[in-house]
């Protein structure tokens, strides 16, 4: 029974993370100074082979979850479904709030305030970030890599975790450079994202909903 509660609660956590990231990284896009490292990337292949960005992220997902079960070392059908199942509504969730915040003009409001709502959306992203890899029932292919990297090979080092999950897409925005001669949503937020977002997701662990703890599988 205590299970059963202790589950309920976990997916109620859940919920609410994948709306509040969603949320956070849409104004991270629309603050238009910066957005976080995975979706900067997404944005930058889009341009590349012109696809649709919402077909763009969910292929990606694909991809990085196929990584994922290599680091794993195993095929894990639960965390292979579970990536997938998170990239639907998270990707749609995006959309709908990069529109309901373009009423809002945010891009229009100058560059101090582009900066400072930008910093909410990655303090936002990291805070919904460490909610759901805490609940560890289903979560996004990127967030997956950086949470084996942190627990399997670094240790439990959210921070480490976070620069060595950086990698790849960093590396596919640069290559992307190098063929278009262009680099789309970079900025102040996704270098503030590489080298601290990582920190953020530690701190959040302890701040924010303590009680709220790890449910190691790896």
């Known amino acids: 029974m205590e299970a059963k509660r202790d589950y309920r609660k976990r997916l109620g956590y ?27 990337s997404g944005v930058n292949i ?46 749609y969730l995006m959309g709908f709030f990069t529109k309901l915040y373009l009423p809002l003009h ?9 900066v400072v709502i930008d910093i909410i959306g990655l303090l936002g992203v990291s805070i919904g970030a460490s909610i759901y890899q805490r609940c560890n029932i289903i979560q996004h292919p990127n967030d997956e890599l950086a949470y084996i990297l942190r627990f399997k090979y670094l240790h439990g080092s959210a921070g480490w975790g976070q620069v060595f999950s950086y990698l790849p897409p960093v590396t596919i925005m640069v290559i992307c450079y190098f063929l278009t001669g262009k680099i789309y949503s970079v900025g102040i937020g ?26 190691y599988n790896l």
């Open 46 to 91: 889009s341009k590349l082979i012109n696809v649709d960005y919402g077909t763009t992220l969910f292929f990606y997902a694909i991809i990085v979850s196929v990584v994922n079960q290599f680091l794993l070392k195993k095929f894990d059908g639960h965390v292979f479904i579970s990536n997938l199942l998170f990239s639907v509504p998270f990707s």
């Open 190 to 215: 996704t270098i503030l994202a590489i080298f601290f977002q990582g920190y953020m997701i530690g701190k959040a662990d302890f701040l924010v909903i303590p009680s709220l703890k790890h449910h």
């Open 106 to 114: 945010i891009e229009r409001l100058g560059l101090f305030w582009q």
């Open 14 to 40: 859940l919920a609410f993370a994948i709306v509040f990231i969603a949320a956070a990284n849409a104004l991270m896009v629309d603050s238009n100074v910066g957005s976080a490292v995975w979706m900067a």
